[in-house]
């Protein structure tokens, strides 16, 4: 069965620090992997896709990292600002299917950006 | 920024009851989705919708489902008689192609069963 799991389950830093969100996946066969920002209340917005081949892509503030071998990804956020605060979402895509319809999401990692 | 819009943002029917749920998607996205999310659990795949039919469906979205593109710019989601289980965040998406595309979602129906 497909799996996403991410770790921490929530977070708190102050505004300004560094934070890294970890997501490990077991989806096969693999085909993108997706990282999303949720505030509360509001639909996923995306931050980065990355394929098999791509081991970092960078949106802003954000990098993610991609290990295709070990089935690991990680969101590192630079300076973390109050905005910040949100669900961040890591979304398997499995190549079978390769679509959005195909997506395995995890269950999120609660960021919260203390002053 | 084009973004798809959701009515209504919220919406509290009784159990039995049918609703549906709008969304606006972007305009010139060829790939339409619903999900839904319940309160504190993970995001779930209902439903895709390409070329006016249902592409793919899950096993959620059972005989009480159906989608729509009524007029090439709507698209909805109808619950026939909703139950206590379908309350939950319903997120329509949007996406220009189906694989490497971003998906783009609205802020979600919040619906409540009671």
């Not at chain 1, 079978?96 to 002053?115: M, S, V, Y």
């Not at chain 2, 039995?16 to 999900?35: A, D």
């Not at chain 2, 139950?83 to 919040?110: I, Q």
Request: proline share 4%.
């Amino acid at each position: 069965k497909n799996q996403v799991e991410q770790s921490p389950q929530s977070l708190i830093i102050l505004e300004g620090k560094n934070c890294t969100l970890q997501c490990n996946y077991t989806v096969s066969p693999f085909s993108n992997l997706r990282w999303y920002k949720q505030d509360t209340g509001r639909g996923p917005v995306s931050l980065t896709i990355m394929t098999f081949s791509e081991n970092t892509k960078s949106n802003g503030r954000y990098t993610a990292t991609l290990d295709a071998d070990t089935k690991q990804s990680s969101l590192h956020i630079t300076a973390s600002q109050l905005s910040d605060s949100a669900s961040y979402i890591c979304v398997v895509s499995a190549s079978e299917r390769g679509g959005a319809d195909g997506l395995t999401f995890g269950k999120g990692t609660h960021l919260i950006i203390q002053p | 920024e084009p973004e798809v819009t959701q009515t209504p943002s919220h919406q509290v029917t009784q159990m039995g009851q049918e609703v549906i749920l709008r969304c606006v998607p972007i305009s010139n996205h060829l790939y339409f989705y619903w999900y839904r999310q319940i309160l504190g659990q993970k995001v779930e795949f209902l439903v895709s919708f390409y070329n006016n039919e249902i592409s793919e469906k899950s096993e959620i979205f059972d005989d009480q489902f159906s989608v729509e593109r009524p007029d090439g710019s709507n698209f909805t989601l109808k619950i026939r008689s909703t139950k206590l289980e379908d309350s939950a965040m319903y997120f329509c998406a949007s996406s220009f192609d189906r694989v490497n595309s971003p998906l783009h979602f609205g802020n979600g129906t919040r619906l409540t069963v009671t």
